[in-house]
């Protein structure tokens, strides 16, 4: 399968900005969407393509594509948005009809 | 509004299958659009797609994994269902379902996903 890669972990002062990125040859072609991941609970989306917000998400979220990579920036990061943070698109090695995730980001907020 | 729930036994042996059950609730498995996916997460790591599948029982799996997979759909009970054969320590893992949203070419998401449940295979 095709691959994402995701940044390792990063550390953000409450307030402050921080931007992960999700880097892969299926962007060039498909929209990213991300997922927040807190200890022991189901993923949730926080950005579907084409960088829209789901409702009950806050508008600290945005995503952006740039070539190969997709990104994903908390502005004016909180305490409850520590978390694991996923990206995924499609598949594109085959028929394009799978699905990939990244690696994962773990965002620490100080 | 959408609402899914995982169930199936906790607890599998090794060489067995492990079976499993995604009930729907608050809208129609059978509604245009919507793919309906298996996601799993070994302990401490990252996400894994499984494979999906359609109202009408069209599929598409992981090709890691589509020798020992079946991923089958019962439209009269709202329910889609996984099924993973000769399975062994390394499938251990949380195991989620989530629909999997598909708006125009290329474009798909996961949303939402059940609360996930873990399976463990050992003897």
């Known amino acids: 399968s095709s691959e994402l890669t995701q940044d390792p972990p990063v550390s953000v002062a409450l307030g402050q900005t921080v931007r992960i990125t999700c880097q892969g040859d299926s962007l060039r072609r498909y929209y990213a969407s991300w997922y927040q991941q807190k200890p022991g609970q189901a993923p949730i989306l926080v950005i579907y393509p084409k960088n829209n917000r789901p409702s009950g998400i806050p508008d600290r979220f945005s995503g952006s594509t740039s070539g190969d990579t997709a990104s994903l920036t908390i502005t004016g990061a909180q305490a409850e948005d520590e978390a694991v943070y996923y990206c995924?698109?499609?598949?594109?090695?085959?028929?394009?009809?799978?699905?990939?995730f990244g690696g994962g980001t773990k965002v620490t907020v100080l | 509004q959408v609402q899914l729930q995982e169930s199936g036994p906790g607890l599998v042996k090794p060489s067995q299958t492990l079976s499993l059950t995604c009930t729907v609730s608050?809208?129609?498995?059978?509604?245009?659009?919507?793919?309906w996916s298996w996601i799993r997460q070994h302990p401490g790591e990252g996400l894994e797609w499984i494979g999906y599948i359609y109202y009408t029982g069209s599929t598409y799996y992981n090709p890691s994994l589509k020798s020992r997979l079946t991923i089958s759909v019962d439209t009269s009970k709202n329910q889609f269902s996984l099924k993973l054969s000769s399975v062994t320590a390394a499938d251990t893992a949380v195991y989620y379902c989530?629909?999997?949203?598909?708006?125009?070419?290329?474009?798909?998401?996961?949303?939402?996903w059940g609360q996930g449940t873990l399976v463990t295979v050992s003897s």
């Open positions: 995924n698109s499609r598949d594109i090695t085959g028929n394009h009809l799978g699905r990939v």
């Open positions: 608050g809208g129609s498995i059978s509604s245009g659009g919507d793919y």
């Open positions: 989530a629909r999997d949203r598909v708006v125009g070419v290329g474009l798909n998401w996961f949303d939402p």
